[in-house]
Nanobody, 122 residues
């Protein structure tokens, strides 16, 4: 089970940190990722991290602004978002794979959270 928190309303240029708490014994062996979905758009890959945090991967749209990290001792994954833009407004989802390394496709991720709303005002 994955539970996201940390969303909210922020002004453009601001900062938010999303957290995803995972339950279950498989977390430490699983790649994790963040996706988002805006109204009328398909769900979009944002960032992924390998099981041990050794490698990360970002979508071009967030590279340099968003940072994914994980704390396996606490079974959590974070997404730190800075320089937020109105176009970052979306529901943000945490996702977990059944493999130690995973890519950018939704089909690679088996576990999904319910999402947390992020709204960036101009």
């Amino acid at each position: 089970q994955l539970v996201e928190c940390g969303g909210g309303l922020v002004q453009a240029g601001g900062f938010l940190r999303l957290s995803c708490a995972a339950s279950g014994r498989t977390f430490r062996g699983s790649a994790m990722a963040w996706f988002r979905q805006s109204p009328g758009k398909e769900r979009e890959f944002l960032a992924a991290i390998t099981y041990n945090g050794g490698r990360t991967n970002y979508a071009d749209s967030v590279k340099g602004r968003f940072t994914i990290s994980r704390d396996n001792a606490k079974n959590t994954v974070l997404l730190q978002m800075s320089s937020l833009k109105p176009e970052d407004t979306a529901i943000y989802y945490c996702a977990g794979a059944r493999t130690a390394i995973a890519g950018t496709r939704q089909a690679e991720y088996y576990y999904w959270g319910q999402g947390t709303q992020v709204t960036v005002s101009s």
